[in-house]
């Protein structure tokens, strides 16, 4: 069902939809990780990397509030149309723990798609190597930010941190998709021990500059040190936040950040301005 018209007063201009969604499937991937497959075919068509959804995640209606979580892949059928989505989830609170817990027929109510996705390259814009950047749970958009650079003959390669190597993410959707993949851990239980950080500077470092764009979601620390990189090396970065949301509408201002704008500074919304920004737009705090 597509929103009334007077919903258009808070939604942003692109086809929304409120979904009665039925879960197909559960698959745990770790013990605070997990992907939910949804029925949702008019979502997963009007969707675009790096937009979200905003899901219950308990039975009859509690808690109230829904929670906002990046769509990760788009399911398809054997004639390749879209079926449903999948969300890409980690277990930080209630609301997560609560969604964890649901089983196959469980239904859910659904808005979205919602907010901006990440920019695509313009038609015959210069060859550039993209890299996707990315820590902890903040992998979820990114493969299907991969499938559509991909499917229009972008290059792309992927930097995946995570606490420990039970947590990395996303590491056989890249494999799958043929995407170069460099991975970083805190203990160094696999890959790099260190930051994701440190494994993007290694790397554009080697690669002497190249034209290349950056993009990446993750903790608050490691987006502001990817920007850092970015102004260093004067390279376009797009970040996506995934700040704390109540509405998800545009509504409630529980998700502003500081962005520079003509006056000086203004508060967007991550919900509708966002989540992806311009990072030499994003005022770091
Ligand atoms: C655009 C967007 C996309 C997102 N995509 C995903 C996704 O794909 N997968 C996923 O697992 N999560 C995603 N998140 C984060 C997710 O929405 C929160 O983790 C979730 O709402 C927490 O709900 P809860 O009830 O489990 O935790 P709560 O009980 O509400 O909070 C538990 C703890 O987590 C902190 N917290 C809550 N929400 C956030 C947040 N957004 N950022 C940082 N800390 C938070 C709280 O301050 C508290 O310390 C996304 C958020 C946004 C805004
Ligand atoms: S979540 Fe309410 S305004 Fe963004």
Redesign the pocket.
Known sequence: MLLPPEAGAILPPMPTHDLQLALRHLRHLSPT?FVLELEGAEIAADSAPG??VMTT?GGEGE?L?R??????RILRGDDGQATGFS?????????????QQRQPGDVLSVLGP??TAFQMPEPGAPAAEHLLIMGG?????FPLLAENLLSEGHSVRAFIGARTAELLLCVEDFADLGVPVEISTDDGSRGHHGLVTEIVERYLNKSGGGPAVLYA?G??PMMRAVDSIARRVDLPLQV??????AC?LGACLS?VIKMRDRDGWSYQR??QE??VFDSREVIWE
């Open positions: 990780q937009q979200f995640v808690p509030l929670r906002p979580m990046a769509i990760y969300l890409l989830v980690e277990v930080v609170g209630r609301g997560t723990a609560m969604l919602l907010g749970v903040g992998s979820a958009p979601c903790p608050l996506s936040f995934e700040a704390p949301m998800g998700c991550v919900c966002g989540p």
